[in-house]
């Protein structure tokens, strides 16, 4: 198989996109997809559907992927560094679902979605835990996946209000990436968390980091929260960026070469007070059409 950096190449450029998960418009207000890519399809060049194999695809996502439009699958079901999930059921679910949407590449957080036994309605989203001993499992987990599926699977960084280890986020996931020889899906907003935490600048790690993995960016809303008196940050999907996530975004967009998409993590929100948000994530990545790949 070519290397990573050559087949990211064939990779499509998807421009701005939304996100959505099963039961995402239930809540009144909430974003609808194929409206917003009506009212603007600059900002909605794809859709990112998050999936539990065991919930399906909701109407929503099945409306855009008739459509035939583009999608990626993010998937919300899965240790990637536990052999026991990738059984065959679940597997043939993705499979299934993937032919369907007809994603460009699968994603998903890289942590703890569960803790025992995998099932229905656990959504435990946990970092994992920054060790040298955890990368191998990882990339493993990575590269099986890619191999069932035939599609490029993008690991990203996971939120937290706490993180253990001692190797920085970035310094974790290159190592990941680079046993994997995968893609990246960096979380703006989730790496922001992490600084944070560890009082670091928003920037920290930055170089040496190897960008030119980075495939697909993340921008969403976070809150700041205070717990009797321990800080922590609320990854809410609203339509309030921290600064920090806005810094992350700015330097990430002017130096991730191989830059395919960017996603809009707002889907609990009316279009309206979304729009300046997509506006804004634009103007860091004006060359975002498909005529610019």
């Known amino acids: 198989m070519p290397g990573f950096l050559d087949r990211v190449r064939s990779l499509p450029r998807l421009g701005l996109g939304v996100s959505t998960e099963y039961g995402a418009r239930r809540q009144d207000g909430a974003l ?3 409206e917003l890519r009506r009212r603007r ?19 929503d996502a099945r409306a855009w992927a ?9 998937f919300l079901d899965i240790n990637l560094d536990d052999p026991d999930d990738f059984d065959a059921p679940w597997l043939a679910g993705v499979r299934t679902i993937a032919g369907e949407l007809r994603p ?37 987990g990575l590269c099986a996946l890619r191999e069932a599926t035939g599609l490029e699977v993008l690991p990203e960084n996971p939120p937290g209000a706490a993180f253990v280890g001692e190797l920085h986020l970035l310094e974790f996931f290159a190592r990941v990436a680079e046993r994997a020889d995968t893609g990246l899906l960096l979380d703006c907003a989730h790496l922001a968390m992490f600084q944070r935490a560890r009082g670091l600048p928003p920037r920290a790690g ?16 976070g809150r700041v929260q205070d717990q009797a008196g321990l800080e922590w940050v609320e990854d809410d999907h609203g339509t309030d960026v921290l600064p920090d996530t806005w810094e992350i975004a700015s330097e990430a967009v002017a ?19 979304v729009l300046p948000l997509f506006d804004r994530v634009a103007a860091l990545w004006p060359a975002r059409g498909p005529e610019a790949a």
């Not at 794809?46 to 399906?56: P, Q, S, W």
């Not at 569960?114 to 493993?140: S, T």
């Not at 993590?265 to 007070?273: F, G, K, T």
């Open 206 to 221: 930055f170089d040496g980091f190897p960008w030119d993995r980075v495939v697909e960016l993340h921008v969403a809303g």
């Open 66 to 74: 008739a459509g035939g439009l583009p999608t990626t699958y993010h």
């Open 32 to 34: 609808d997809p194929l």
């Open 104 to 140: 460009a590449w699968l994603c998903g957080d890289a942590g703890l979605w569960h803790l025992g036994r995998r099932d229905r309605g656990h959504m435990l989203l946990l970092p994992p835990i920054l060790v040298d001993e955890a990368v191998a499992p990882l990339a493993d």
């Open 255 to 273: 130096r991730a070469v191989n830059l395919r998409a960017i996603v809009v993590e707002c889907e609990r929100n009316p279009i309206d007070a």
């Open 41 to 59: 399809p600059d900002c909605a060049g794809f859709l990112e559907v998050g999936v539990e194999v065991i919930k399906g695809l909701d109407d």
